[in-house]
């Protein structure tokens, strides 16, 4: 009888587990600047990562003022609610980036599938331009992100700490 009880529980479990949110395997703190035509954000705050999430939480004064969650297939926002991530590009950011633009950023993984891709010693920088819709100048060196649209005027800046 234990047995086939044991038998029932363990894949109850694995199921479960499975199901949980994942914990958080890297933690950083940083300044983070986020700036683009709807919002503007820019103090410290956390970067926390796992295999499949990215969370940013900025604060001012003490108190989470901003907090951003990107999972595979939606990103969430503190002041808005969850939407797919062709949608959050398109109302803050820009229609024309590619869906996983924000969590490549904050991860500092190269965009656009590694388009004009220059490494360096210490990271690597990217140029990408495409008339009319964005002029992207993108650099990940040292611990520092930095994503600037000079066209959608955008400045997304990771600074660890």
């Known amino acids: 009888m234990n047995k086939r009880i044991f038998i029932l529980v363990i894949p109850f479990l694995l199921f479960l587990q499975a199901c949980s949110n994942q914990p958080y395997l890297k933690q950083d703190a940083a300044l983070i600047v986020f700036k683009t035509p709807t919002f503007r954000y820019a103090d410290m705050g956390f970067v926390y990562e796992n295999q499949d999430k990215v969370k940013v939480e900025i604060y001012g004064n003490g108190q989470a003022v901003m907090s951003l969650s990107i999972s595979q297939n939606s990103v969430c ?62 650099t ?6 930095v994503f ?10 990771i600074k660890k700490q």
């Open 77 to 138: 926002m503190s002041l808005l609610e969850c939407m797919s991530k062709e949608r959050f590009n398109q109302k803050v950011l820009s229609s024309a980036y590619p869906a996983g633009i924000l969590d490549a950023i904050f991860r500092g993984k190269p965009l656009f599938g590694s388009k004009n891709l220059q490494k360096n010693r210490n990271g690597f920088t990217q140029t990408i331009a495409k008339a009319g819709k964005y002029n992207i100048h993108y």
């Open 148 to 157: 600037r649209d000079t066209i959608n005027t955008i400045l997304i800046k």
């Open 140 to 145: 990940v060196l040292k611990g520092e992100t």
